[in-house]
Nanobody
Framework: QVQLKESGGGLVQAGGSLRLSCTAS????????MGWFRQAPGKEREFVAA????????YYGDSVKDRSTISRDNERNTVVLQMNDLSPEDTAVYYCAADSRSSTGSISSIELFYEHWGQGTQVTVSR
């Protein structure tokens, strides 16, 4: 199975940007659509963004669209989430996830579709 490792979290000031990376190992990266989710303290895990196996289809959650970009490098087995104009409401643990069931150009925002998860990386946005 695939192993996922997130990086790039940390403390960011409001209005700033962050770039989260997720590196996959263990299986063929293009077997998976990839997603980012986040979970804030006391809240349920929330969909952030997803990208299809071939990188063509992308989808964003309402809370981050228009200020986020997801991309993937299938040669480097990496998916990146760029988020701009951060606010304290973006404070959460961010998780990378892999979905092997979606077809090549498809993606899902549904957590249950994702079989593999990283450990998460903490993002804290200060006022």
């Amino acid at each position: 199975q695939v192993q996922l490792k997130e990086s790039g979290g940390g403390l960011v000031q409001a209005g700033g940007s962050l770039r989260l990376s997720c590196t996959a190992s263990g299986r063929t990266f293009t077997d998976y659509a990839m997603g980012w989710f986040r979970q804030a303290p006391g809240k349920e895990r929330e969909f952030v963004a997803a990208i299809s196996r071939n990188g063509v289809t992308k989808y964003y959650g309402d809370s981050v669209k228009d200020r986020s970009t997801i991309s993937r490098d299938n040669e480097r087995n990496t998916v990146v989430l760029q988020m701009n104009d951060l606010s304290p409401e973006d404070t959460a643990v961010y998780y990378c996830a892999a979905d092997s069931r979606s077809s090549t150009g498809s993606i899902s925002s549904i957590e249950l579709f994702y079989e593999h998860w990283g450990q998460g990386t903490q993002v804290t946005v200060s006022r």
